[in-house]
Structure formats: C-alpha cells, structure tokens
Antibody, heavy 119, light 111 residues
Framework: EVQLVESGGGLVQPGGSLRLSCAASGFTFSGYWMHWVRQVPGKGLVWVSRINNDGSTTNYADSVQGRFTISRDNAKNTLYLQMNSLRAEDTAVYYC????????????WGQGTLVTVSS | DVVMIQSPLSLPVTLGQPASISCKSSQSLVHSDGNIYLNWFHQRPGQSPRRLIYKVSNRGSGVPDRFGGSGSGTDFTLKISGVEAEDVGVYYCMQGTYWYTFGQGTKLEIK
C-alpha cells in the first residue's frame, strides 16, 4: 500500500525556519518525482516545489524561491522541505504528493502537516 | 501563469441527480508532446485531496464510473452522473502542462 506521511510542522516565529519530512512507503520512491503542495486552511491548493527522481532537478514557485529548499534521500525513502525566512503568508497545511514524471500525476497524497507562522 | 477558472463555485445537488463542474484555462493546455495534462481532484472536509481524473478523461484507480471528465483546448468538464452522499466536498481542476495551477474549487453540497 502506497503511503506518504508528512511530519515536522508546527508553530514558528516570522523569520524562523522549519524542515518538513515526507516518509514514503509501498512503492519504489526513487522512481518518482515528488512535489510539495500547500493549502491555507479553508482556501485552495497551491503548488510549492518539485524534485526529480534522483534529486538533480528542483523547481519552486516564485513565492518561495530563494527561501525554501526541496531535497530527497532515496536511501531513506524520504522527501524534505527546508523552509527559511518564514512569513505569515507561509501558514498552511503542506502536502507531499508523487508524480510519475513531471506533469502532475498526483495520484497519492500525504495527510498533510500544518505550519503556522506567527509571533 | 496559466489561470484556471471553475464554475460554479457552489453546487447544491439533490441526491441521485447529475452534477457538472466547468473548468476553463487562460491558454490551451495542449502540451508539446500532444497530451493535455488536466486533472480533477476531490477533497472531503478534513481530508487530503484525492485524484479522480487524469489527462482530461482517465479515471484513477478505484474511482467510481459515475465520475467522468471531458474537454479539450481550454474548456473542461467534470460530470457526476448521479450524486451520492460521499461526493460532498470541494472539487479542483489542475493543469500540469505549464507548471502546476489549480482552480479555485467548487464546493458540492447536498440539497
């Protein structure tokens, strides 16, 4: 059974940092691109970042470019999102999702982890 | 950026009746490889999104056949042939041809 389990969310002050993790199981993790998508509570879905199979290609939404870093450890079947210089507008539930290439297949999603940026 | 516009934003439906959601993109979603990367997702309250339809009209694994997708170019539609109670929630279209953008969401409720 495919499972994606996010962790690492919490309350952080503006300007602070947080690292999210997404533990994958039930499939060959290294065979998939992976993405982060976020959702402000009660609002819509917004794509954040993606990484290819071996981690050599990464891309970001303009709103997080230069502040967030996506990475993966295929030996540990884990996806990461390092979030620095956090702002109030980064407050959201962060989901990881998998992609069989780079076109948004998004067939499985994690349960999400809530990040709250507030003083 | 490609903008995805859904309508209606709110959709009250009687159980057993059909429902239809429109999704229009600001530019053609035909990729240079000839595919159209348009997906539909359903999100129940308090849950993660679930993919229903991929590449316009392909149902995902385990998705009931009462869900159907159609469209081309810039105009796409999700149809539910007979709404069931479990279909409540928010429906999103999403394009993956030019990066990734979602529609605003359509909230389906039972009348």
């Amino acid at each position: 059974e495919v499972q994606l389990v996010e962790s690492g969310g919490g309350l952080v002050q503006p300007g602070g940092s947080l690292r999210l993790s997404c533990a994958a199981s039930g499939f060959t993790f290294s065979g998939y691109w992976m993405h982060w998508v976020r959702q402000v509570p009660g609002k819509g879905l917004v794509w954040v970042s993606r990484i290819n199979n071996d981690g050599s290609t990464t891309n970001y939404a303009d709103s997080v470019q230069g502040r967030f870093t996506i990475s993966r450890d295929n030996a540990k079947n884990t996806l990461y999102l390092q979030m620095n210089s956090l702002r109030a507008e980064d407050t959201a539930v962060y989901y990881c999702t998998r992609d069989d290439a780079d076109w948004g297949y998004f067939d499985y999603w994690g349960q999400g982890t809530l990040v709250t940026v507030s003083s | 950026d490609v903008v995805m516009i859904q309508s209606p934003l709110s959709l009250p439906v009687t159980l057993g009746q059909p429902a239809s959601i429109s999704c229009k993109s600001s530019q053609s979603l035909v990729h240079s490889d000839g595919n159209i990367y348009l997906n539909w997702f359903h999100q129940r309250p308090g849950q993660s999104p679930r993919r229903l339809i991929y590449k316009v009209s392909n149902r995902g694994s385990g998705v009931p056949d009462r869900f159907g997708g159609s469209g081309s170019g810039t105009d796409f539609t999700l149809k539910i042939s007979g709404v069931e109670a479990e279909d409540v929630g928010v429906y999103y279209c999403m394009q993956g041809t030019y990066w990734y953008t979602f529609g605003q969401g359509t909230k389906l409720e039972i009348k």
